[in-house]
């Protein structure tokens, strides 16, 4: 009832108090403005440095781990309710590092809806050979096209082109580090020695830098025949098969599913890298608790100010008691109020929050780790705004509520009579 | 026997502040549609306090009250907030205009409120009642720049919005110079005798109260007597 008459009661009330209306409205701004803007920096840094990691670590990597044989052939002879042995000195057994029927896990791959993509992978460990010192390193053997798409590879390649490894053979792309540990150029010539000492020369075609100095450091990338051909290994040797989901959150259960289907080990991505998800927890739980912080104190900006209103306007409350206005038409009135003061200035505070992560994001931030990124990282998401809006009309719904309510209670007697 | 408006039943009142007083012992008196009554009495004898409780504001007292035959003990604050908006129009002793409106809209909300009308008409009803009280280029005026004589009519017009039953006031000349006081008199005079109002005045003003139809005379939170006045004026 009346909902056009309690908003313009409202606004005059405001239009009266413009001044104290707008410090309120200001504040409100203010904490929405860096509500906004810190969410947005923050997810856009956490984003970028679990990209870092996540975006090149595949949701699921199937492999076999060099272990034990679980059954051993004591224990398959003499197992029994009333025995039971232990075994010490166990070696592994001759067991193979490649997976068991490739061909035939990638043609399921395929199929399920699940899957993304794959990628096989040979990981070998090697010397390069620099003059009289060798560095351990670790050739990944990968199929350039498949890896580019599903884990950006292209995009980590600083200097040469990635497409020659797979057009030429014996060639290899360096990490930023092992080249400059190895003092080579592209179009240099480098020795490695394989874990069997077979001594191979292989063509430098590129550097590529992924943002990890360490990795850098060690790591090195060719076509997946050029390492076939190092290992001295058939063409359906591979060691690792790396699957990208559509739904990351569905690596833990699929990789139990293919463990047991292909009889292979399988790790999902969550618990390789459990670390990172800690992380990206603690650092968006530190954005939204200061932003709500702001709010608060915006609130309570917000609390004061109305309740200064209600006490110098007093006689108007009286007054339109007076006239027929109920306690609850009084307590709308001073809600309507509050909640303007949110909506306004939380509007502004989502337009100033905007601009002010768009000024972020011009800023520029160039790091030897990171080729890929050129200003500081900012996430638009849209969530951020809604939470925003939502959060700066609860708060000062909440901030003008006990006001209110003391005004709706204030007698009308005891004001007229006090003159 | 002309239809009661307003009937006040064994009314008392005390206030426990620090000591408990009795301000308004066995008040019994009713009005008709039409009466031109005022209520006179030192200061101090329970005047506001009884009009406070007649107007529905006030609802901390013993005895009953009937407006329009209809019981106000039981009902809810929202209900006589109705009651008040619909039946009864205040004028107070200082005018109680809302500063951060204009003239024209102090006078228009009682009937936004009340919402019989559309805003159009109850534009249109205020500018009639202000041009009846010979104010109407005021209408735009804010609060601040009109006279105190004035401020009381715009009160007066305001009272009158919706047509109530009854006005109520307290000393409403009691704060005007005796020209302004006169003017106020002569609105009320004129509202009873060309537009049949019922009005209801407290005053310490004799003269004025001399001129009403009827007085009501207290002392000490009693009724003292109550006399038709000859009409004389
Ligand atoms: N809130 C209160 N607490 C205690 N006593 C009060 C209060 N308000 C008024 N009174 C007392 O009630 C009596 C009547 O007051 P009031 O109705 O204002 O008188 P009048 O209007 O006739 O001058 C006075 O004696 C006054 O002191
Ligand atoms: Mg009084």
Redesign the interface.
Known sequence: MNVKLIFSIAKSLLLARWKQTLVAAIGVTFSITMFITLLSFMTGLNDLLDGLILNRTPHIRLYNEIKPNVNQPLNLATNTEYQHNFISSIKSGNSRQEIYNYAAITEVLKKDERVLGYSPKIIAQVFFNDGAIDITGIVNGINIEDESKLFHFNEYITAGNASDVEKLSNSIVLGKGLADKLLVNIGDVIQLTTSKGERFPLKVVGYFQSGLQEFDKTQSYASIATVQKLLGKPSNYVTDLQVKLKDIKAAPAVTKEYARLFNTDAEDIQTANSQFETGTFVRTLISYAVGITLLVVAGFGIYNILNMMIYEKMDTIAILKATGFAGKDVKRIFIVIALSIGFFGGMAGLLFGFGLSSIIDQIPFNTAALPTIKTYPINYNPMFYLIGSVFSLITTYFAGWFPACKASKIDPVIIIRGK | MSEIILEAKNICKDFHDPVTIRVLNNINFSINKGDFVSITGKSGCGK?TLL?IL?T??TDYEGELLIDNVSMNEKK??QL??V???KIG?V???H??????SVL?NVM??G????KYS?KEVEARAMDKLKMLDIGHLAQKSVNQISGGEKQRVAIA?ALI?DPHIIMG?EPTGNLDKKNSEIVFDIFKKLAEEFNQTLLIVTHDQNFADRTHRTIEMEDGRILNSKANAFNS
Do not use: C
Not at chain 2, 112 to 115: A, E, I, P
């Open positions: 506001s406070y107007s504001m006030d604050e929202a907030a109705k008040r908006n619909e205040f107070f002793q200082f109680y205009l809302l500063n951060e409106f809209r909300l009682p936004l409120k009340l919402g805003e305001r919706n307290d």
